[in-house]
């Protein structure tokens, strides 16, 4: 196991060119080399990605950091992935590699108590615990389903809905999602939101639910559709589409009290161009809500009241962002696979806001 440090290098908004090249050839041949490795070593594997496909955060402030060398020349082949796990002090504390497939589904892991969850990838299969030292440790997997408790995390949305229940270490469907639902958030008081689409005319509705009884529901405003799914704290946010783009949301900040369509709010609806499937709705955990697009441009809310959003300054073009409390991870990487770095590649961390980032950086 490596015993690498990993550095928090400060950046103002404006940020830095970190990118490398590949001219000379040697990174592309190393890249290759990693990749066709039947036994490659994680450092190998991070260094070829050099930018990690995911962020999960235990508990203790530990990080675990997926990375995935895909093949650059073809979408079959050989590829690479690995994980990380580093500590609170920023040292690493565990480290795995595989070789894989460029065809394979990409691992990734949830924060839990004590560690993290790897997400199933079909049913409850393929579902293990890490704890925050890299052990690996077997879960309970049950066809039963769960109704939904307070501290329980929602592992896998739809087809199945599958959720964690730390206190068993079980993973479990979870029980009384409408069979007409399309999208399934589950906040930490173990309310079930769901966004149900009739097979009628009648419009999409939200749906919130706890012990199996139902709290209340409220019809998607026309002429939009629903789409994404966000809650924490009371507050819940739903994207409002129409044709093929996002063009608001419908939010509540009191449980389901209180409905607020947001069609404007400093957001600039129109620059979200890829459509619901590159949203990102996230709530950070003073309840405000991060709006963006994968790779394009992203707000966060003032307050909690999220009625007013400012646009967030990035040192790079982030294909993701993602929130964990209030800390918010920004990852810049290559759309594709490519031997070369993009400008900025790396994970950058902001823990005001988004008005300094730091990026993680490897050193020695």
């Not at 009628?200 to 529901?217: A, C, H, I, K, Y």
């Amino acid at each position: 196991m490596a015993n690498a440090v990993l550095a928090l290098t400060a950046c103002g908004s404006g940020g830095s060119d970190h990118g490398e090249s590949a001219n000379s050839g040697g990174r592309e041949a190393k890249y290759k080399r990693v990749i066709e490795d039947p036994h490659p070593r994680p450092a190998d594997v991070i260094e070829a990605a050099g930018a990690p496909t995911g962020v999960a955060r235990a508990d203790d402030g530990s990080l675990l950091l997926t990375y995935d060398a895909g093949n650059v020349e073809d979408d079959e082949g050989p590829a690479a992935t690995a994980w990380r796990i580093v500590g609170p002090d920023g040292r690493t504390v565990a480290e795995h590699a595989e070789h894989s497939n460029a065809e394979a589904v990409r691992a990734a892991f949830k924060g839990v108590p004590g560690g993290f969850v790897r997400v199933p990838e079909e049913g409850a299969g393929g579902a293990y615990a890490l704890d925050v030292r890299g052990e690996r440790h077997k879960l309970i997997t049950s066809g039963t389903p769960l109704r939904a408790r307070p501290g329980d995390i929602l592992l896998a949305e739809m087809e199945p809905t599958l959720v964690y229940r730390p206190a068993t270490r079980t993973v479990a469907p979870l029980a009384a999602v409408p069979k007409d639902a399309i999208s399934v958030a589950v906040d930490e008081r173990g309310t079930v939101w769901s966004l149900d689409q009739p097979l009628t005319e009648d419009p999409n509705r939200v749906v919130w639910q706890r012990d199996g009884r139902t709290l209340g529901s409220r019809a998607v405003p026309k002429p939009y559709t629903g789409d994404i799914l966000a809650a924490r704290g009371g507050i819940a946010a739903l994207s409002l589409t129409r044709g093929e783009g996002v063009r608001g949301l419908l939010v509540t900040t009191d449980g389901g009290g209180h409905w607020r369509t947001v069609l404007d709010g400093g957001i600039a609806w129109r620059d979200l161009k890829r459509g619901p499937e590159s949203l990102v709705l996230e709530l950070l955990s003073d309840g405000r809500l991060l709006v963006g697009e994968e790779g394009g441009r992203y707000w966060l809310a003032d307050d909690r009241t999220n009625s007013a959003f400012h646009e967030l300054r990035t040192p790079a073009a982030f294909t993701s962002v993602s929130v964990d409390g209030t800390t918010l991870y920004g990852i810049a990487d290559a759309t594709t696979a490519t031997y070369d770095l993009v400008k900025g590649e790396g994970l950058w961390i902001s823990r005001d806001g988004g008005r300094e980032w730091r990026r993680h950086q490897q050193r020695g």
